[in-house]
């Protein structure tokens, strides 16, 4: 620590993004990134916009991709906001939202960063747990005061999804703040709350093109939502950084909404894989929560999880377990392509 450091950095407890290794041959099912590349489409788009227009700032307002996904939402412009994955957009939703004196709810457990944005911000944070089955149960929210509430649907790192009448339910009975669903995962099993944000004005809904577009690399993420918390994101965007996106970001993503087709074939293809590995699994003797997500978290109730993981890196396969109480024995394993799936199988027959 440095004492130039100011307070609030010296207080912080940042967010530790999961590995990257370099290493050849490695089947790397620890990121919950998307196994096949993105669409030819995008990567031309990148290309042209590369070699025509780097010289210009980009759009400050992205318009383009807006009308993008507003269309494939059926949905307005106006209702859409933009950010350099769905990370940045939610933290400027915690700035310009969620930042009240009463405490934001969010589940235990959950997406990691939660935490980490309540520290920057100095939002005070009040976890409710899981139920039995590791399901959010939103009649433990209804009732509670609160300065907002945030889950991502399907959760993250369980997979499990809260049905649309129970976010419904739960936007019913709490019309006083900001409720905010992080559907990162949505594409690979859940259905959208975008088609409820005309109805609530109270409902910001946020996705990420990392996962069922394939391009985590490329940073883009976007909120949708009533046209005043849009206008509260654009307010904190624009006091942070003009130009969140890039041209070959806004190139890029534009293409991807362009190519229907090449995005129902990848995700289809996911899903079919992860209910072979989600088998495959159970047939070694794990128990898996059933997921609507592009990976799988699993249990064995004889082996210690951090083993488990540790030899299977031994084999060059890298998955994800937990160090947390009451999921301390999960690894949590990321849908990749078959013949990578059929690899984690046969090092796991050969571990158990
Ligand atoms: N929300 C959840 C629940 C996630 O798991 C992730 C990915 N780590 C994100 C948001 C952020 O994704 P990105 O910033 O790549 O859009």
């Known amino acids: ?178 409720v905010v669903v992080d559907e990162a995962y949505v594409d690979f099993g859940g259905e959208s709350a975008i088609g409820l944000i005309n109805r609530y004005p109270n409902l910001l809904v946020v996705q990420t093109l990392s996962k069922s577009r394939s391009l985590a690399g490329l940073r883009v993420g976007f909120a949708a939502g009533h046209r005043d918390l849009i206008e509260a994101l654009e307010r904190v965007k624009n006091s942070f950084n003009s130009y969140p996106l890039d041209r070959l970001a806004i190139a890029g993503a534009v293409a991807a909404f362009e190519d229907e087709a090449y995005f129902r074939d990848c995700r289809a293809r996911v899903i079919a894989s992860r209910e072979t590995l989600l088998q495959g699994l159970q047939q070694l003797g794990f128990d898996v929560l059933p997921s609507a997500a592009n990976f799988v978290f699993a249990r064995h109730p004889q082996r210690d999880a951090a083993e488990l993981a540790r030899r299977l890196r031994e084999r060059s396969i890298i998955v994800r377990h937990f160090s947390l109480p009451r999921i301390d024995q999960f690894l949590r394993i990321t849908v990749g392509t078959d013949e990578q799936c059929a690899a984690l199988t046969s090092a796991l027959t050969e571990i158990l």
């Open 1 to 178: 620590m440095s004492r130039y450091w100011s307070d609030v950095v010296q207080g912080l407890t940042p967010y530790v993004p999961g590995e990257q290794p370099k290493l050849a041959n490695l089947v790397k099912l620890n990121t919950n990134e998307n196994p096949y590349g993105p669409s030819p489409r995008v990567l031309a788009a990148i290309a042209a916009e590369t070699s025509d227009n780097l010289r210009l700032y980009p759009d400050p307002n992205a318009d383009r991709l807006k009308a993008a996904i507003a269309a494939y939402h059926q949905i307005d412009a106006s209702q859409v906001f933009v950010g350099n994955g769905s990370d940045e957009v939610l933290a400027h939703a915690f700035m310009a939202l969620l930042r009240h004196p009463a405490p934001l709810l969010f589940p235990d457990i959950s997406y990691s960063f939660y935490p980490v944005y309540c520290g920057l911000y100095g939002i005070e944070a009040v976890t409710v747990p899981l139920d039995a089955q590791f399901g959010i149960c939103v009649d433990d929210y209804i009732g509670r005061a609160n300065g907002g509430i945030i889950f991502p649907n399907p959760n993250a790192p369980t997979g499990r999804l809260l049905p649309l009448g129970d976010i419904e339910r739960l936007l019913q009975a709490n019309s006083g703040s900001v």
